[in-house]
């Protein structure tokens, strides 16, 4: 597993050993997408390699203007892998951006800006490596039918596992194991259907150089989980990248479709993007200390302090749709709760239990997968890293089961909670972002907020809805 490459040599190596045709190189966008070109293997060069390819930067969402387009894709050989997916042979190199105009990676950069969120965590002497496992809940669907019109909207998802599909006439017969609401976490087959699909999943995850550990399917209808192995910062963002792209692609050829989308059943739990985390030096996890409170060290619960006391703006990026706030509610496991505790998953922060000194390390429970995974890794630990600065505690440890408690006792404990819409968390960034100021220029933070804003929150809340029909249309 990991690196196929580490050098140019080795790529045209390794491209000539694998009779490679076409080079797509991929770059991520403000908002997590991948895009890419492809080339002519005999078309690319070692100066190319050496020093990018342009592309009109124009055209990518709320990037460059017309008149300043120009910009340059900056490959990292060593991100190489086979396409598992193309009729002909076709690698895969993730790059970043360049800006001709200031001579220097561009600012809004998704991978360019967690880069330098890692070179940031060396100048401030907290550590050297920052170690990111990210856990991408799925769901897999057999039909997606949505509507968005100026009189008229709805959408319809459907999955074998579907509650409603108790009285559907299916081809064969209706054999009846169905999951049904809450009902998926860990069944075997028949009622877990998904078997097969995740197998293939995982063995195409290794294909393409992650380490994968295990499958499973979740808690709710039509939701799947696939675990694999933590990274360094970049390269964990790198591979929820690939990832995305396996699960949609396998789902894809097998007739069906696959969202990460965090909310797209009500009443059902949601998918998450739990993020583990751990800072280094010297060789050394500076988030362990035997016999502390879950094993802790001090820096570990200032990190965890640090990113509570900049929920808010971290939450832009860890929870960057309308849609992430519909999962943060009470009730359906949701962890935006601000406090931590060891192996309580009702916690927005957990110390995954029994860990020594190589595994400790806190688990964010209230990211999900419409994150830009670069953005919010290097957002979580920049709010950290400010944390570890100036020595702030969180609340906790708390232990008792938090999806217990009710709003009032919330606020008679003086819990601090998530934001609860997507426009919260935006006010949050506008007020608080010194913290992200080193890494995140202030052009960057603008235009982000600004993007979600236009793009989000004005076009959902113009939007009437279909309960809010059910419950004003007659007053």
């Known amino acids: 597993m990991g690196k196929f490459v580490s050098n140019t040599a080795e790529f045209f190596e390794f491209c000539e050993k694998n009779e490679v045709e076409f080079v797509d190189f991929r770059f991520t966008d403000i908002k997590g997408a991948w895009h890419h070109i492809s080339y002519r293997m005999s078309a690319v060069t070692q ?30 050989v060593e991100s190489a892998f086979m396409d598992p997916f193309t009729a002909d042979s076709t690698i895969i190199v993730i790059c970043g951006v360049y ?77 009846g194991h169905i999951a049904g609401t809450k009902g998926g976490y860990f069944p075997v087959a028949p009622t877990d259907k998904g078997v097969d699909l995740r197998a293939e999943v995982m063995l195409i995850l290794e294909e393409v150089g992650l380490e994968v550990i295990l499958g499973h399917h979740e808690v709710a209808q039509g939701q799947h989980e696939i675990g694999i192995v933590y990274n360094t910062l970049v390269e964990a963002a790198d591979n929820v990248q690939k990832l995305k792209y396996v699960v949609k692609m396998v789902a894809h050829l097998n007739g069906k479709t696959a969202t990460f989308m965090p909310k797209p059943i009500f009443g059902d739990n949601g998918n998450g993007m739990h993020v583990h985390q751990s800072i280094w030096k010297d060789g050394v996890n500076t988030f362990y200390t035997e016999g502390n409170y879950g094993n802790l060290s001090d820096n570990a619960r200032h990190y965890a302090a640090g990113i509570f ?36 998953r009702s916690a927005a922060c957990r110390v995954p239990y029994g860990a020594g000194a190589p595994a400790t390390r806190l688990e964010m429970r209230f990211p999900d997968s419409t994150a830009n995974p670069y953005l919010a890794f290097a957002a979580m630990m920049m709010a950290g890293i400010d944390g570890i600065k100036n020595k702030w505690e969180p609340v906790g440890p708390m232990d008792e089961d938090l999806f217990e408690l009710s709003l009032d006792e919330i606020r008679e404990k003086n819990i601090p909670q998530m934001p609860a819409t997507l426009r919260e968390a935006l006010e949050g960034l506008i007020a608080d972002n010194d913290f992200l100021k080193p890494v995140f220029t202030d052009h960057m933070i603008d235009t982000y907020q600004h993007y979600q804003f236009e793009r989000q929150v004005w076009p959902d809340e113009a939007r009437p809805t279909a309960f809010e029909f059910k419950s004003t249309y007659s007053c």
């Open 47 to 76: 100066n190319q390699l050496d020093f990018g390819m342009p592309f009109d930067g124009s055209s990518i969402d709320a990037w460059q203007p017309i008149n300043k387009s120009d910009m340059i894709l900056k490959p990292s």
């Open 309 to 344: 006391k900049h929920a808010a703006a971290v939450a832009a990026f860890t929870n960057a749709s309308t849609n992430s706030y519909k999962r943060l509610i009470p009730g359906y496991e949701a962890p935006n709760i601000l406090t931590y505790s060891a192996q309580n």
């Open 99 to 175: 800006d001709i105009y200031n001579d220097e990676m561009y600012a809004k950069c998704p991978r360019s800006i967690a880069s330098k969120s890692l070179e940031y965590l060396a100048e401030a002497n907290v550590g050297d490596v920052a170690y990111f496992g990210p856990e991408n809940e799925f769901f897999i669907f057999e039909d997606v039918k949505l509507k968005d019109s100026p009189n008229e909207s709805f959408y319809k998802v459907d999955t074998e596992d579907g509650e409603w599909n108790h009285e559907t006439d299916f081809e064969g017969g209706n054999m």
